[in-house]
């Protein structure tokens, strides 16, 4: 079933004369023009302001350009937004000049993306480019004789911030799970507000061809891995990730740490469990690789219980049943997925455990607490659910029990 959308444009079929899609497209042209706007701004105001005009007008330039790139062009490019392909060329050619980007540049490099990054088939140079490019090279060599000092450290830092920006943006839409090779979608009303549904990223992929206010509606139509982070500020929770997976590596080379964290996961998880009110035949241990604490510990305290590992890395799935066939643990009985974990598709267990390197929404858990108990490791100062316990204060570590509708 699917989810409801928490939609911030609701579509718009109303036509005008002017827009080729729907008269929602205005927008889109007002923010090129705030765009445009924020770029006399940084180049002719704040430098009069010194250094710190300047150091402003290069933040702003770079997000502005960034912003710009992922709503106007980026719909622009796919769908454009007149009826007339003379003006939908001044219109490119407007954005050229805005951004410092030839469109159609940006609009071939996009579309290779969108194929697939084939290398047999990479971007070539359009004739439409060449106007573009000696537009934007007149600009560049106005603004160099009229106003050197805002050019130079003003302009030209906040072009490459803003290239980077841009990059960080598209690489973090993709990133944390095998499956947004075909995008990641964030739906978070202000962020889809803001930037004209351009968190729907998943379903931009699966219908590149749909127009930006009915993306919304194509929510539910495909299994999308979700995060609850806005992509810009994604790598935060990348970084998060990288080091608690090195952090288990030390573990796996210290029997010091091993037995420390062993039997401080026993202590916290066998009080968890005195509460859970039922015996749970089938559990799920998300992203199990690595050094497998939770199904060496929970194994001994339910031993009639029927495991499944579910770890997105073939990697990390061979280093668990390494280190456990290491320790004499037979695990023939143990069913490992290499696969991420999706609260839709994994409905088969009566409890799941999740890591705190977690990867997903929040909304993947709350699928799983309509038919399943859920035990989460989270932070020492996290305390959620039914039940919690600390594991170690020096771990900065507990773990929550929520049982869902089974409470």
Known sequence: MAMPAAVAWAPVQRRSRLLRHSSADAWLIAASLLHAGLLAVA???????????????????????????????????????????????????????????????????????????????????????????????????????????AFLCCYLPGLLLGLGLCRLQGDMEHALDERALRGMSHYGALYNKLCFNDGYHAEHHACPAEHWTRLPARRGEIAAPTSDTPPLF?????????????????????????????????????????????????????????????????????????????????????????????????????????ESFDGSRHMEFDLVVTPLAFVGSERELERVLERAALISHAFVWRRRGDRSKVVSWLLLKRVNLTLGHRR
């Open 43 to 149: 180049l002719l105001w704040l430098p009069r302001f010194g250094w710190g005009g300047l150091v402003a007008g290069t933040l702003m330039l770079a997000v502005a350009l960034c912003w710009s790139s992922n709503t106007v062009a980026h719909n622009h490019l796919h769908n454009p937004l007149f009826r007339s392909r003379r003006h939908n060329r001044f219109f490119s050619l407007f954005l050229s000049v805005s951004s410092g980007i030839p469109q159609s540049v940006w609009r071939a490099r996009h579309l290779w993306h969108h194929a697939g990054e084939p290398a047999l088939r990479k971007p070539r140079l359009s004739r439409a480019a060449l106007p573009e490019i000696l537009t934007i090279t007149a600009l560049w060599l106005s603004l160099f004789w009229f106003v050197p000092v």
């Open 234 to 338: 994604r790598w935060a929770e990348l970084l998060r990730v990288s080091a608690l997976c090195a952090l288990e590596r030390i573990a796996l080379e210290s029997s010091l740490i091993q037995r420390f964290v062993l039997r401080s996961h026993a202590r916290a998880l066998g009080e968890l469990l005195a509460g859970l009110g039922f015996e749970p035949r089938r559990v799920a241990i998300v992203g199990g690789g690595l050094f497998p604490r939770s199904l060496i510990v929970l194994r001994q305290l339910l031993p009639a219980t029927a495991f499944t590992v579910i770890d997105r890395s073939a990697d990390n799935v061979a280093r668990a049943r390494a280190h456990l066939a290491a320790r004499g643990i037979a695990c023939e009985d143990v069913e490992f997925r290499v």
